[in-house]
């Protein structure tokens, strides 16, 4: 309890976000293995959590989008918690990198199987509310990024998702 309040209100605010994140994940991921029956995320045939996150799309080398969505957002609190002078940047280029690949997901809901998973989208918007938070306490408090770095960070989420889509054809 201490160390939380030793957080700052952006790094607060960012731990708040990466657990409204995790629970989404952790529903998602219940739902990914959950044989038949309903998600309360399901709005009829373009909106639904249930048909995205049991679809071929919703695992990459037999593990589920969700959990390693789930692993992103524990990872976030974990750097928040006990993270060093890098740990906003260290956010931020891993956020960037996840967010290639996210956006490659809302493709394949959008062309591939014409529907959205509500709860995903979510998910997106709460990476870019993270992202966003953590760049101006960088300039401020934590080490300064390079701008190279953004552009490895966008090169690395490109060719994980392109090594990912690969492996769906």
């Excluded at 939380?4 to 994140?21: I, M, P, R, Y």
């Excluded at 309903?38 to 959590?49: H, I, V």
């Excluded at 990459?60 to 006990?82: E, R």
């Excluded at 990198?97 to 809901?109: K, Q, T």
């Amino acid at each position: 309890m201490r160390r939380l309040n030793e957080l700052s209100t952006v790094k607060k605010t960012t731990l708040a976000l990466a657990l409204a994140g995790a629970l989404i994940m952790g529903y998602l991921t219940l739902l990914h293995y959950q044989d038949g029956g309903s998600s309360f995320c399901n709005f009829g045939a373009g909106f639904s959590c249930q048909i995205v996150n049991q679809s071929v799309y919703s695992e990459v080398f037999g593990i589920p989008v969700s959990l390693l969505g789930l692993a992103y957002f524990v990872g976030v609190m974990a750097v928040i918690l006990y993270g060093v002078a890098w740990a906003l940047v260290a956010i931020q280029l891993v956020t960037v990198s996840s967010l290639v690949f996210s956006f490659y997901l809302s493709f394949v809901e959008a062309k591939l199987l014409y529907t959205f998973c509500l709860f995903c989208e979510a998910s997106k918007l709460i990476m870019f509310g993270i992202l966003g938070l953590t760049f101006k306490p960088s300039r401020l408090q934590e080490k300064q990024s390079e701008p190279w770095m953004y552009g490895v960070a966008l090169i690395a989420g490109a060719m994980v998702t392109l090594l990912i889509s690969k492996s769906h054809s």
